[in-house]
């Protein structure tokens, strides 16, 4: 059996479980909880930097972050289905860059008021992030068609869903009213991966 370690408002775990469905593996994955913060917790030493998820193998290998994990469960799965091994690999995981530099700069700025004094906060920094997330959803807004089958998903697509998710969570969803286009995408993706709906955390 193997082990995801990740924490449930995770948008990076979420990946990972979201394919874990999408790849019919949910028999074969145990998720456990893991704190960050916690230096006494074993996920610094499965994974030195002490970052989520981190997925331990039949082997009692642990890999890490989530591209690998997701590249691994696609091998595991039998291969081809959320990662392409043609031409099409390059846009998918392009995709897969451009939404997690979103979800990272969304952390970031949650981070930046979670963990930092409001008098030590830097609305220059919050600005520059805040940028970086509106280039990225006028990127998806302009090439995010609606997909019809489960098997049009494909690593990018994950990483897209759990992006919005993720801005859904910490920033009450304000990306909708600008981003139709994206909004009927998400509906799209959400009917074809119910577990997008059950991985869903509250605020």
């Known amino acids: ?65 989530s591209r690998v994990i997701l590249e691994y469960l696609d091998f595991v799965a039998g291969g081809e289905k959320l990662v392409p091994q043609d031409a099409s690999k390059f846009p998918a995981l392009t995709l897969h860059a451009l ?14 008021k ?4 409001a008098e030590q906060q830097s609305e220059d920094r919050m600005a520059y992030q805040a940028d970086k997330i509106a280039r990225g959803l006028q990127a998806l807004e302009a090439a995010s068609p609606v997909l019809k089958t489960v ?5 990018g697509h994950v990483s897209q869903a759990c992006a919005l998710g993720y801005l859904d969570l910490r ?27 059950a991985t869903k ?3």
């Open 1 to 65: 059996m193997m082990i995801l370690r990740t924490s449930p408002s995770s948008p990076f775990g979420r990946q990972i479980q979201l394919a874990v469905s999408i790849l019919h593996l949910s028999d074969r994955i145990q998720v456990e909880d893991a704190d960050t913060t916690d230096p006494q917790d074993t996920l610094r030493q499965q994974n030195p930097l002490g970052k989520i998820p981190v997925l331990i193998n039949d082997d009692g290998v642990a890999l890490y972050d």
């Open 99 to 112: 939404a997690n530099g979103i979800t990272d700069a969304a952390v970031a700025n949650v981070y930046e």
């Open 114 to 117: 979670r963990f930092r004094p």
């Open 151 to 155: 098997d049009d998903i494909q690593l």
């Open 171 to 197: 920033f009450e969803g304000k990306w909708r009213a600008d981003h139709p286009a994206l909004v009927a995408w998400l509906d799209s993706f959400s009917t074809l991966v119910p577990a997008f709906a």
């Open 201 to 203: 955390t509250n605020p």
